[in-house]
């Protein structure tokens, strides 16, 4: 057998061990979530543990809609005031930017993408909760803050494939649109970036997906409070937060709802991912 075809039949079977690690792990991932989250659900009852608005494991209340909502308000918050922000970065890299700046800026975006969680929530802390604090007159560590922080951290993730999407439109889109008559502005807002829709809301998705998994940041801005969301000005704890603030003590059933919590958390990722798969599909088909 020739050299090259040894070359070659090893590196598929690289690839092929490559490709089946990843599944391995994620289906790991799956039986132990499943394995030891479902068998919790039950014995507390998936009404109570769903719906219940109490969580105190001493007295076994195991209600996580709390989290559920804190993590649901915190996320959309942040989409509010990220998505916006990103959209119109994105516009100005791909359209506005001078060319001189431009490296400039895009180095930023991807540093800014780099950047840990914690030092993101060590910012917050510091700067952002001391700020609201003295705007609102009320603690800082609330919902708001959470949501601003999480605006912050989304930017880079929406920005890059805000900015890639609007790139990969034909340029005869915009030429077509400047030869109708139209002026610059208009030609980008409504010819290229309608036809950048389905892009960018995959960025958008992901974007969601970066915001609802988010633990660090949280934990050090949001409060931390247990009970059901009661304002923007309010402290709350997400899925994630309470899963990382208990897991080091919890033992027996209440070991077991920490996991189920992981289940409830990990079906939300997986219907983002699943929705970006969906939008790249669509993408494909336009």
């Given amino acids: 057998m020739k050299k090259g075809k040894i070359s070659e039949l090893v590196m598929k079977f690289?690839?092929?061990?490559?490709?089946?690690?990843?599944?391995?792990?994620?289906?790991?991932i799956c039986v132990f979530l499943f394995g030891n989250g479902f068998p919790a659900m039950f014995k507390i009852g998936l009404p109570e543990f769903l719906l219940g608005q109490k969580w105190k494991p001493s007295n076994n209340l195991f209600g996580i809609?709390?989290?559920?909502?804190g993590s649901i308000y915190v996320t959309t918050g942040a989409i509010l005031i990220g998505v916006p922000i990103a959209?119109?970065?994105?516009?100005?890299?791909?359209?506005?930017?001078?060319?001189?700046i431009y490296p400039v800026v895009k180095a930023t975006v991807n540093l800014m993408a780099g950047i840990p969680s914690v030092v993101y929530g060590f910012f917050g802390l510091v700067v952002i909760v001391p700020f609201m604090r003295d705007v609102t007159g009320a603690d800082g560590s609330t919902m708001l803050t959470a949501a601003l922080l999480l605006?912050?951290?989304?930017?880079?993730?929406?920005?890059?494939?805000?900015?890639?999407?609007?790139?990969?439109?034909?340029s005869s889109y915009y030429e077509g649109s400047l030869a109708l008559g139209a002026t610059h502005e208009r030609?980008?807002?409504?010819?290229?970036?309608?036809?950048?829709?389905?892009?960018?809301?995959?960025?958008?998705?992901l974007g969601i997906g970066r915001a609802i998994g988010e633990t660090m940041a949280v934990i050090m801005v949001a409060g931390n409070q247990t009970w059901m969301p009661q304002g923007i000005f309010k402290g709350l704890r997400t899925m994630t937060a309470n899963i990382v603030m208990?897991?080091?003590?919890?033992?027996?059933?209440?070991?077991e709802a920490l996991i189920a919590t992981g289940v409830v958390l990990f079906i939300f990722i997986l219907i983002i991912n699943l929705s970006v798969s969906a939008l790249k599909r669509r993408t494909m088909y336009e």
Avoid: N, W
């Fill in 14 to 28: 690289v690839f092929l061990a490559a490709a089946c690690t990843s599944v391995l792990a994620v289906a790991l």
């Fill in 65 to 69: 809609l709390p989290f559920i909502l």
């Fill in 187 to 205: 030609s980008v807002f409504f010819a290229v970036f309608p036809a950048a829709k389905s892009g960018i809301m995959a960025g958008v998705v």
């Fill in 87 to 100: 959209l119109l970065t994105a516009i100005f890299m791909a359209h506005y930017c001078p060319k001189g």
């Fill in 246 to 255: 208990e897991m080091g003590y919890a033992a027996d059933l209440h070991r």
């Fill in 151 to 170: 605006g912050i951290m989304i930017l880079p993730t929406v920005t890059i494939q805000a900015e890639s999407s609007i790139r990969s439109v034909p």
